[in-house]
């Protein structure tokens, strides 16, 4: 992680950079404002890539003598019967159908995206709070 988190933060600097000579150079407050997100997300992915690489174990992609097969195996756990992204994808839909046809739509889509995402946050819970 520490090589992907070097690069977006790279990637940051350079966003910057161009935006801020865009910005200078044409004047046009679309695309520097873009260009100003785009650095944005961009130093958000790299810090937390940087951030994490701390805490975790070196990967085979962070060893220059690694093998392809060196970084074989399990990756993590995936849900494998969870319906909330359909639910949150059927609200984002509806959320997005509301800037087309009229912004009463978001009353539809709003609780089926709250609904969708508080089920998917907690789906797996197993807290002291639940009840078993």
């Given at each position: 992680?520490?090589?992907?988190g ?6 940051a600097?350079f966003?910057?950079?161009?935006a801020?000579?865009?910005g ?6 679309a ?8 650095f944005?997300?961009?130093?958000m992915?790299?810090?937390?890539l940087a951030?994490?690489a ?5 990967g085979a992609?962070?060893?220059k003598?690694?093998?392809v097969?060196?970084d074989?195996?399990?990756l993590g756990?995936?849900?494998p019967?969870?319906w909330?992204?359909l639910?949150?994808a059927?609200?984002g839909a509806l ?5 087309v046809f009229g912004w ?6 709003l609780?089926v995206?709250?609904?969708g ?7 797996y819970?197993r807290?002291?709070n639940q009840?078993q």
């Amino acid at each position: 992680m520490k090589i992907q988190g070097k690069m977006f933060i790279w990637l940051a600097a350079f966003i910057l950079i161009m935006a801020v000579v865009y910005g200078w150079w044409s004047k046009e407050p679309a695309g520097t404002t873009a260009l100003f997100l785009a650095f944005g997300l961009s130093i958000m992915i790299g810090y937390y890539l940087a951030f994490t690489a701390k805490r975790v174990d070196t990967g085979a992609q962070d060893n220059k003598e690694a093998d392809v097969a060196d970084d074989a195996g399990e990756l993590g756990f995936f849900s494998p019967h969870s319906w909330q992204p359909l639910s949150l994808a059927v609200g984002g839909a509806l959320a997005f159908l509301g800037v087309v046809f009229g912004w009463w739509l978001l009353y539809f889509s709003l609780p089926v995206l709250a609904f969708g995402l508080w089920g998917w946050v907690f789906e797996y819970y197993r807290g002291e709070n639940q009840n078993q």
